[in-house]
């Protein structure tokens, strides 16, 4: 396999290993590294790619595999959440409001446990199949969609918590 049919198979599925890598990591530097070392160690074992049945799937559970070690390790310690996903702008206001029902839903996001964490962000976001999914992260579909049940309801829950605030 040379580097054009390399290209051509991986590139196109870059966006979503960034953004589950985003979600688990919530650094954007540390999601690019992540994607960048997937995409090395993808590369070191560019011979094997053609016998994965879904090279996609396979690059998924790599990322997430590798970002949750990540978090296990010493370094991740050292790692400081930023926030710096938003630019500076005139009518920043008017930006926030519009996209604070996404952030707030985010923010709930960021506070599942791992396993619903990465079901929701597969599922809703990234929209795979649950037998995808349940392969991805070596589970059956069963306890996939009992994490993503589990997930929308938290989630679910927290948004009336936060909209109702007060109203009683």
Not at 105 to 126: G, S, W
């Amino acid at each position: 396999m040379d580097r054009t049919e390399f290209i051509a198979i991986v590139m196109p599925f870059k966006d979503k290993l960034y953004r589950l890598a985003k979600r688990i990591l919530t650094s954007t530097d540390e999601a690019e590294d992540a994607v960048q070392e997937v995409f090395l160690k993808l590369w070191k074992g560019k011979k094997n790619i053609e016998n994965y049945k879904n090279p996609e799937a396979f690059a998924i559970t790599m990322t997430k595999n590798y970002c949750l070690d990540r978090l296990k390790s010493k370094q991740a310690s050292n790692l400081k959440i930023v926030h710096s996903n938003y630019q500076t702008s005139e009518n920043i206001e008017k930006n926030i409001e519009a996209n604070d029902g996404v952030a707030i839903v985010f923010k709930i996001m960021e506070t599942l446990p791992e396993q619903q964490k990465i079901v929701l962000q597969l599922r809703d976001v990234e929209q795979f199949e649950f037998s995808e999914i349940a392969k991805m992260l070596d589970s059956n579909e069963t306890a996939i969609r009992v994490a993503l049940s589990r997930a929308r309801k938290t989630v679910r829950d927290e948004m009336i918590k936060k909209y109702n605030y007060g109203i009683s």
